[in-house]
């Protein structure tokens, strides 16, 4: 397993992105009605297997000082693994070396997976913040990111 840069036109963190939108439209049973385009400011990191990116992540400056988990997926024949600590791991550090002392993200209420996950590595929950604001079915999380010694 590789985990490396990728630009956001990238091809595979295109269609990573598309089954992401696709499956949470899936999920959200047409409640959330959020599904996003990509941004461009995205700094995306790609989980690569045998050659082929199977999952994906980003950071998304929100100030100086926070940036943002964006677009994390890892396709579901390639889950259990543990590939998604690792991923957030790698977007933790790439966040840091950003200067951000602060990472947070928004989920959907429904994704129990994903809070699991974001919980047992220390995220807190906070209040919905930005776009989410109005959408009942956001769920943020705060980490302090520690500092370098």
Same mark, same amino acid.
């Given at each position: 397993?590789?985990?490396?840069?990728?630009?956001?036109?990238?091809?595979?963190?295109?269609?990573?992105?598309?089954?992401?939108?696709?499956?949470?439209?899936?999920?959200?049973?047409?409640?959330?009605?959020?599904?996003?385009?990509?941004?461009?400011?995205?700094? &995306?990191?790609?989980?690569?297997?045998? =050659? %082929?990116?199977? +999952?994906?992540?980003?950071?998304? /400056? #929100?100030?100086?000082?926070?940036?943002?988990?964006?677009?994390? &997926?890892?396709?579901?024949?390639?889950? =259990? %693994?543990?590939? +998604?600590?690792?991923?957030?791991? /790698? #977007?933790?550090?790439?966040?840091?070396?950003?200067?951000?002392?602060?990472?947070?993200?928004?989920?959907?209420?429904?994704?129990? +997976?994903?809070?699991?996950?974001?919980?047992?590595?220390?995220?807190?929950?906070?209040?919905?913040?930005?776009?989410?604001?109005?959408?009942?079915?956001?769920?943020?999380? +705060?980490?302090?990111?520690?500092?370098?010694?």
């Amino acid at each position: 397993m590789l985990i490396e840069s990728r630009p956001a036109t990238d091809p595979e963190i295109d269609a990573l992105v598309s089954a992401q939108q696709r499956e949470l439209r899936e999920a959200d049973g047409g409640l959330d009605g959020q599904a996003t385009v990509t941004h461009d400011d995205i700094r &995306y990191l790609a989980v690569v297997v045998d =050659g %082929r990116a199977v +999952a994906c992540g980003g950071i998304q /400056a #929100l100030d100086p000082t926070t940036g943002e988990v964006k677009r994390m &997926y890892v396709r579901p024949a390639y889950r =259990g %693994r543990g590939i +998604a600590r690792q991923l957030l791991t /790698a #977007l933790e550090e790439l966040a840091f070396q950003q200067g951000h002392s602060m990472v947070c993200l928004e989920t959907g209420v429904y994704l129990t +997976a994903a809070i699991g996950l974001y919980t047992s590595c220390g995220y807190q929950p906070i209040p919905v913040y930005g776009e989410y604001v109005n959408n009942p079915y956001s769920v943020c999380f +705060a980490k302090r990111l520690p500092v370098a010694a």
